[in-house]
């Protein structure tokens, strides 16, 4: 007999109710798909279904998806993966060498000759050597261990991995996680889901969203009254601020890593998007080892990278990796087993990553139409990066900083009083009233400011500049004409 | 095993869609990928279904721990997948000499048990059984379910393998028709989620990672919190994604891939099928070795009845018996099999996990060696 019906109490209702689930989960957030979202799917059901609107189609410009906007995956990349597949195809004429000789190797490396087997829980060993590689070739000669390479299901499973293993403590002892304000809000969400403390610092937006260490130490020391700070996140380049740091100030968040005793997680999924004038990225494990062995042999870092962005954009094959940097080596068995729980990351996706690290070189069939591919859409995106700080920077109300690199602009948006009263009264965050509007006037789909945190008494949103160019000026005006237009409904 | 031929074929030209325009590749084939390629936008589940659903059900930190009542024995990355959200594992025992059927006594007993030291609120069930093999049938089902209603369990089904059955006279039925086929009473209140998956299908591909769930009955302001977290693992690999609807709408007759494909799954079933028997009649002939039919799955799961010796050896290298002889078994032979205690078994009871879904040569291979093996560690001639 239930205890229920043993105290003779009639128990209906659900077993699972918001009152008795997980509350961390409650906690948990994600902007970039939230409420917004949700209309806008909402709203393309109901043009299809011939709803009369103001606009024929919604452009979903508030997440990161290269290919969804227009943008063409890499033939070569395509290539191989097909020839994956179906291996039948290695006989087809079609197909270049080097794409063959690439496919048959990964083949050669799966269970079975299959990329349908499970692989390695850390991923595949071959394809961990590739990786290594091209980070010593990136970081010029800097050596890098397979064994330190954890293939995963788009970077947000690292981070989310590594996030795992760092949280820990009750209380007053509860490990705290810098990250920056702004954020993508996969690190808030994660940590809600962990039950671990936020703390936040802020990118100084009148100084194009830099980094300052002053900063740092401020939130930190206020931190310690409360939870015991242990990580310090950064994603660089910046999501959703674009900003892409400089050496120094590299330099300066490693020092105050080691000072302070922090782990650095560093995501660096757009080390391939950088397009202002001077700017250059720099890998947070090059600089570390450069600061000389103070620094490189103690300093615990994971650095992030994944197959979603740059110029491949193919963030549906879910391929990503993470190198991790003088970690404990019974914590890295610990890591072993952890990443062991969920099998292995998707085998296509760990083949998109070879193909990443490893493309076509110089005296390959395949060289000049992938070097052209990839130089197109890096060109185009950093064509339409100028487009878009130029424009938005026209309407009074609008700021925008220059988009350095990533593939968003955050700019900032001066809301009228009444607006905010209005919002306030609504219980809904201003910019969300905003971009709410925006979606139902224009169709056009972007994500609030609040999603991703800012200083108090400021909005803004987050807009992609994927759309194909023409698209994108098209979307540019018709949000310049739409603030003017809020900014006057409200004055 | 190879691949299903349409399922990578259209997987290929969804890839590379240049090769719409192979006329080698079957008129099927590129209709399909065409479709799925126009309809590259859809709704995603999360590879990590079970962990969303787990997530949402485990309690504040501090407080008392929910449980989760799981076969014994189980699918092994469970303990851990249990662990990592902080949740309990209330394990209950599966009947060896019933062919590994349910028990409900042992249900009620572990509940109760478990009553004491955290707060059950769902249960896990296997079926067709990792690694068990099990089946449950229609009866079985009914009483599992009037269980979770009366004591208020979500019920958690595993049916990945529901399409490897092939024991006689035993079919697969989904909870979910089990359920609705009790009527109202039942149908309108049990919660329960059910999943499935690419990986154990006849489809075998796992290294695609995808799956989905179904959502019976649940909340629907906690149904919210499932789509917040499964966002936050953006979607589910669309390769994974496409296999699946492949599985889900396999070609029909009269389609060109038809007879292939059908060749190709049935060599698959009836591969599985055979050797699942070959297997089993040869391991129950062993000596010291006792295995009980597979009606379903991929696997069977002999028991080993060890000598007392090797017992003692395993004590002195404190390791579990069933352990050591894997151990001996890979070095000896090369041979690599799952050892019992990682399925859950605590009851001083030692087993084998042997996967048969293998092209009949190696598994004459691996029983030969196998044989062999064990045939010499039950005369003594094994090494220390």
């Known amino acids: 007999m239930?205890?229920?019906?043993?105290?003779?109490?009639?128990?209906?209702?659900?077993?699972?109710?918001?009152d008795n689930?997980?509350?961390?989960?409650?906690?948990?957030y994600y902007a970039v798909r939230g409420p917004i979202v949700q209309r806008a799917v909402q709203i393309e059901k109901e043009l299809k279904e011939g709803v009369k609107k103001p606009f024929t189609e919604v452009i979903k410009a508030n997440i990161g998806d290269a290919h969804a906007m227009g943008q063409k995956p890499i033939t070569f990349l395509r290539q191989v993966l097909a020839l994956c597949s179906y291996p039948e195809l290695l006989e087809d004429t079609k197909f270049p060498e080097d794409a063959k000789k690439r496919a048959r190797r990964i083949l050669d490396a799966c269970g079975g000759h299959s990329i349908g087997a499970y692989s390695a829980s850390q991923g595949i060993e071959c394809i961990r050597q590739d990786v290594a590689r091209y980070i010593e070739k990136r970081d010029g000669g800097i050596s890098s261990d397979p064994d330190n390479i954890f293939l995963s299901t788009g970077a947000s499973d690292a981070i989310v991995t590594i996030l795992k293993l760092l949280v820990c403590g009750e209380g007053r002892d509860r490990t705290g996680v810098m990250i920056s304000i702004p954020q993508y809000p996969l690190y808030s969400a994660a940590l809600a889901d962990l039950g671990a403390v936020q703390i936040n610092y802020y990118l100084d937006e009148d100084k194009c969203w830099g980094l300052d260490v002053t900063e740092l130490k401020r939130s930190l020391n206020a931190a310690r009254q409360h939870c015991n700070p242990r990580v310090l996140c950064i994603i660089n380049p910046g999501n959703p601020t674009g900003q892409v740091q400089s050496r120094q100030c590299i330099e300066d968040v490693?020092?105050?890593?080691k000072e302070e005793h922090l782990f650095l997680m560093a995501d660096e999924v757009y080390q391939d998007n950088v397009y202002a004038e001077g700017c250059e990225f720099h890998s947070f494990k090059k600089v570390l080892f450069e600061m000389g062995p103070e620094y490189s042999n103690t300093v615990e870092m994971a650095s992030f990278h994944s197959t979603s962005k740059c110029y491949m954009g193919e963030c549906g094959f879910r391929g990503g990796y993470m190198e991790i940097i003088n970690m404990d080596p019974e914590v890295k068995a610990q890591l072993i087993k952890l990443v062991s729980v969920r099998l292995c990351p998707p085998v296509p996706g760990q083949a998109l990553l070879d193909l990443v690290v490893n493309p076509p070189q110089p005296d390959e069939p395949s060289y000049a139409t992938f070097m052209k591919e990839r130089t197109a859409v890096l060109a185009a995106l950093a064509e339409k990066a100028k487009i878009t700080e130029q424009i938005f920077n026209t309407v009074p109300g609008i700021t925008c900083n220059p988009v350095q690199g990533a593939m968003y602009t955050f700019p900032r948006i001066t809301l009228p009083q009444k607006a905010i009263d209005k919002a306030k009264a609504e219980d809904q965050a201003p910019d969300m009233l905003y971009c709410m509007r925006l979606l139902e006037e224009e169709g056009i789909c972007l994500v609030p400011g609040s999603g991703f945190g800012q200083r108090e008494g400021t909005f803004h949103f987050r807009m992609t500049i994927l759309p194909p160019t023409e698209k994108l000026k098209i979307v540019l005006q018709k949000i310049s004409a739409f603030h003017l237009r809020f900014t006057q409904e409200f004055s | 095993m190879k691949p299903v031929s349409f399922v990578r074929q259209v997987l290929a030209v969804c890839l590379y869609p240049e090769l719409?325009?192979?006329?080698?590749?079957p008129l099927d084939v590129r209709q399909r990928a065409q479709r799925l390629l126009q309809a590259c936008d859809g709704d995603s589940v999360g590879e990590d279904w079970k962990k969303v659903v787990v997530k949402l059900l485990a309690g504040v930190e501090g407080e008392i721990q929910t449980g989760v009542l799981t076969p014994t024995p189980g699918p092994h990355t469970l303990p851990k997948l249990l662990d990592e959200c902080g949740v309990t594992m209330v394990p209950y025992q599966l009947m060896e000499d019933q062919g590994w059927a349910l028990d409900l006594d042992d249900l009620h007993r572990a509940l109760m048990v478990a009553r004491g030291h955290c707060n059950p609120r769902a249960i896990y069930i296997s079926n067709p059984g990792n690694p068990t093999g099990?089946?449950?049938?229609?009866k079985s089902i009914e009483e599992v379910i009037q269980f979770a209603a009366a004591e208020r369990l979500l019920l958690l089904v595993d049916e990945v393998y529901q399409e490897s059955v092939h024991g006689q006279g035993r079919e697969?039925?989904?909870?979910?028709?089990?359920?609705f086929e009790m009527g109202k009473e039942y149908s309108e209140t049990v919660e329960m989620v059910s999943f499935h998956s690419v990986s154990s299908a006849s489809f075998g591909e796992c290294g695609l990672r995808a799956g989905y769930m179904e959502v019976v009955n649940m909340d629907p302001e906690v149904m919210h919190y499932v789509e917040t977290l499964l966002c936050t693992n953006i979607c589910a690999p669309v390769t994974g994604q496409l296999a699946l609807d492949l599985m889900a709408?396999?070609?029909?007759?009269?389609d060109s891939s038809y007879d292939t494909y059908t060749q190709e799954l049935v060599l698959i079933r009836t591969t599985l099928s055979q050797n699942a028997r070959r297997a089993q009649e040869f391991l129950?002939?062993?000596?010291?070795?006792?295995?009980?039919s597979a009606m379903g799955g991929i696997y069977l799961y002999p028991r080993l009845h060890l000598p007392s010796e090797i017992i003692e050896q395993a004590k002195k290298s404190e390791v579990e018996p069933d352990v050591l002889y894997c151990q001996r078994l890979l070095e000896g032979e090369g041979v690599l099999v799952g050892a019992g205690c990682q399925y859950g078994e605590k009851t001083g009871k030692h087993h084998l996990r042997l996967c048969t879904l293998v092209p009949p040569d190696t598994l004459d291979e691996v029983l030969a060696r196998l044989g062999s093996f064990h045939l010499r560690l039950m005369s003594g001639t094994t090494s220390a």
């Not at chain 1, 239930?2 to 918001?18: D, E, F, H, I, P």
């Not at chain 1, 490693?254 to 890593?257: C, E, G, L, P, W």
């Not at chain 2, 129950?284 to 009980?292: H, K």
């Open chain 2, 172 to 179: 697969f039925i989904s909870y979910k028709k089990v359920l």
């Open chain 2, 284 to 292: 129950n002939d062993l000596p010291g070795m006792s295995c009980q």
């Open chain 1, 2 to 18: 239930s205890q229920q019906a043993v105290n003779g109490v009639q128990s209906r209702g659900k077993v699972l109710t918001l």
């Open chain 2, 249 to 254: 709408n396999p070609p029909k007759p009269g």
């Open chain 2, 134 to 138: 099990h089946v449950q049938d229609r």
């Open chain 1, 21 to 28: 689930m997980n509350p961390n989960v409650k906690q948990v």
């Open chain 1, 254 to 257: 490693i020092r105050f890593a």
């Open chain 2, 20 to 25: 719409l325009k192979d006329n080698q590749l």
